[in-house]
């Protein structure tokens, strides 16, 4: 059965209040009716000590019974509701009520159905001078005699429990609704959105305010979510015509020249030839490019673990770039804390494509006479490398993607030669390592990536 989270909501906290008030007028019901009861024994109790109390004193008085030594007590046993017979030291009636009179008028309505009773009597020795000189019994319909206010005040407290029942679910009932609102409206909202978002309307985003942390907690994801499949999608179309701008050159050079070569307009030289070849090595780093890629996206890099100095790692990393540093007309320096150790457990060769990666840029995205600063430090837990440079920075609309797979800034950087895979592979082999990775840049002053990575992951 189908039912909307605001009904569901709102049944259960209704049911539940229903059970709690039912129960709790119950419980209440219960315990005054016994309170009562134990209260009105005890009146008895008392009323059957005062009547023997009296019968002795009658007895004293008079110097024995006689058929009107009741008589006095008759009229308030009546009003009361309980029937007296006096006997004497021989168990013979000297006086009585009828107990019928009682009986008839005990025919009252009690919670509004008739109820009479069993008729039930007590018999109590009247001792004068510590000898037995006669019996009263005390007879009675009800067990716990209960006079019209009696009734009408247990009446009174059932009524009152019955209204605050009510009372009390009527408030239920609209604190569930403006409860239940409040867990259904964003939900709605959620699933709105959600939508949305399948629907290919990347731009949905969710404006719902709420204290309930989970709601918070979800909005807050769907709305990344849209984010993710925002940026995703912008990725999507720009790989697409990346790729297909990066084929179409090099097939286009390959095409026309080798069309001009056959059509004899231009000679066939090495030299031609070779240029040709440069061109389907392009082609070829491009598909590698695409392949490591795949990898990245696909999970399938699998570490060789061992232990690593990063310092050393680096040191060699600064030796291999030296020659293209300087060709390129960029100073590279290195500093290292005194006294740190700077080994962590992780695969070699994958950390050293991090720090290629990152110090290639530092030098192709600088410019003539630049510099690359690399700094390594240590904590108890990680070695943290941090890669300055000096050069063109990144634009700070572009800083948030530079990690995504395929993003390379805008067009004016494609001069420069790159996939847009480099920091994709650097982020992933880091995660793998339980490493972080932070970029700060500036366009035109220069940017700073630090990297952390844990000694024992
Ligand atoms: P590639 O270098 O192959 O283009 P990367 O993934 O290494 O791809 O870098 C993505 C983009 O981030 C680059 O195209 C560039 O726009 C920007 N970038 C990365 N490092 C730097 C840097 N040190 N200085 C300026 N821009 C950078």
């Not at 990152?358 to 240590?378: A, C, Y």
Request: net charge neutral; with cysteine.
């Amino acid at each position: 059965m189908r039912q909307s989270i605001r009904k569901r909501l709102s049944i259960i906290i209704i049911s539940c209040s229903v059970a709690a008030v039912l129960l709790s007028a119950l419980l209440v019901n219960i315990t005054i009716t016994n309170t009562f009861n134990k209260y009105m024994e005890k009146i008895q109790s008392q009323r059957n000590t005062r009547l023997v109390e009296y019968f002795q004193q009658v007895y004293k008085s008079d110097g024995g019974w006689n058929s009107t030594s009741g008589e006095e007590m008759m009229h308030e046993a009546y009003m009361s509701n309980y029937c007296l017979s006096l006997l004497d030291d021989n168990k013979k009636v000297v006086w009585e009520m009828n107990h019928e009179d009682i009986q008839n008028k005990n025919h009252m309505k009690v919670n509004g159905k008739e109820e009479t009773g069993v008729y039930t009597s007590n018999i109590f020795d009247i001792d004068v001078n510590g000898k037995t000189v006669g019996y009263i019994i005390v007879g009675q319909y009800s067990p716990v005699l209960l006079s019209q206010e009696d009734i009408s005040f247990k009446g009174q407290i059932n009524r009152s429990i019955v209204f605050s029942g009510v009372l009390t679910l009527m408030i239920v009932t609209a604190i569930s609704l403006i409860l239940s609102k409040q867990f259904s409206e964003p939900i709605k909202a959620v699933s709105k959105t959600s939508v949305s978002l399948l629907k290919g309307n990347y731009n949905s985003r969710l404006n719902v305010k709420s204290s309930i942390e989970e709601i918070r907690n979800l909005t807050e994801s769907i709305n990344s979510l849209g984010e993710k499949l925002n940026s995703q999608d912008l990725l999507r179309k720009r790989l697409v015509s990346d790729i297909s701008h990066e084929i179409r050159t090099p097939l286009n050079v390959l095409q026309n020249n080798l069309e001009a070569m056959i059509d004899g307009i231009i000679p066939i030289t090495t030299d031609k030839l070779n240029s040709l070849n440069d061109e389907v090595i392009r082609f070829g780093k491009l598909l590698n490019n695409l392949n490591s890629l795949k990898q990245v996206e696909s999970d399938e890099i699998v570490l060789k673990l061992g232990l690593v100095n990063i310092s050393e790692l680096l040191s060699s990393v600064i030796e291999d770039f030296s020659i293209a540093a300087a060709e390129k007309d960029i100073k590279l320096f290195i500093n290292k804390s005194e006294d740190r150790d700077f080994v962590v457990i992780g695969d070699y060769d994958k950390l050293k494509q991090v720090f290629i990666n990152l110090i290639s840029n530092g030098i192709k995205f600088n410019k003539p006479g630049g510099t690359v600063w690399i700094n390594v430090d240590s904590d108890e837990d990680s070695v943290i490398i941090e890669i300055k440079d000096n050069g063109i920075g990144i634009k700070k609309e572009d800083l948030p993607y530079v990690f995504e797979r395929m993003y390379r800034g805008d067009k004016s950087r494609h001069k420069i030669e790159g996939s847009g895979i480099g920091l994709t592979l650097v982020k992933k082999i880091l995660t793998l390592h339980s490493g972080t990775i932070d970029v700060e840049s500036r366009e035109n002053k220069g940017t700073v990536f630090t990297v952390y990575i844990n000694k024992n992951n």
